[in-house]
């Protein structure tokens, strides 16, 4: 009777009998596709030293050792390259994107340079995903690089209107609070024209407040296709 990690004597150094190994087939569904194949090779290689066979020692059978090695290290870098895109993206699409087109909320003459902005797709082609409107004034909910555009077109505006009335008339974009962020992002000047427009890549925190302001006490055009105002966050 031979036992499960014993060589059948009397037969020569090149014949024996192979030794059972019973962790060889210990289940590995649970393990990682990659370590699951680290822990095969292991138990391949231990299967052959513990049977205690004495094989001629030929070149080729190193070669294919070789190969086989290779073989499964290129495999498991294959998985963890993909494991790690896969969760990139995950990461990415669950996330998902801040963004926001405002359309303009104004009535009356105006008392504060501050321009106040709403978005809703009830308003037409406005919308918030991510942000949100404090007050008129957009509230940053993600750290990021963000692109931001604005277009301000002045309502009732003519050569007229700078001839009777000179005024130097600008358009800033600034984060006004916290107070400790306050930096302006940007100026624009409109050199007597009805129209001004500009965009730029900024970082922008969680919990800062984009203000938009406009020289009093000229009045802004509501028309969503000449005033509008809008991010995108473009990456971490």
């Known amino acids: ?6 060589v059948q004597a009397g037969r020569g150094p090149h014949s024996c009998m192979r030794a059972e190994v019973p962790s ?5 569904h649970t393990l990682h596709p990659a370590t699951q194949l680290m ?5 391949i290689m231990r299967a052959e030293e513990a049977s205690g066979c004495q094989v001629p020692h030929r070149p080729w059978v190193s070669i294919r050792r070789v190969a086989l090695l290779l073989l499964l290290l290129g495999m498991v870098i294959g998985c963890l390259v993909c494991s790690v895109r896969l969760t990139r993206k995950q990461q990415v699409d669950s996330a998902g994107w801040d963004l926001a087109e405002l359309q303009l909320n104004h009535t009356g ?19 918030v995903h991510g942000p949100e409107l404090d007050n008129g004034q957009l509230r ?7 692109r931001l555009h604005i277009q301000v077109t002045l309502a009732n505006c003519s050569s007229s209107t700078w001839t009777a009335k000179p005024l130097s008339a600008t358009l800033s974009v600034a984060i006004c609070f916290p ?4 930096i302006s992002l940007l100026r624009l000047n409109f050199h007597q024209s009805c129209s001004v427009a500009s965009q730029r ?8 407040i984009l203000c938009t302001n406009l020289t009093p006490p000229l009045l802004p055009s509501r028309n969503a296709d000449e005033t509008f105002f809008g991010i995108q966050w473009v990456c971490p």
């Open 109 to 127: 003459s105006r008392q504060d340079p501050r321009l106040r902005w709403q978005g809703s797709p009830a308003l037409g082609r406005s919308f």
């Open 201 to 208: 890549l900024t970082f922008l925190a969680h919990g800062d």
């Open 1 to 6: 009777m031979v036992g499960p990690w014993q």
């Open 140 to 146: 940053i909910q993600r750290d990021g690089i963000y």
């Open 179 to 182: 107070t400790a962020h306050s």
């Open 39 to 43: 822990k095969c090779l292991q138990r």
């Open 24 to 28: 060889l087939f210990l289940p590995l």
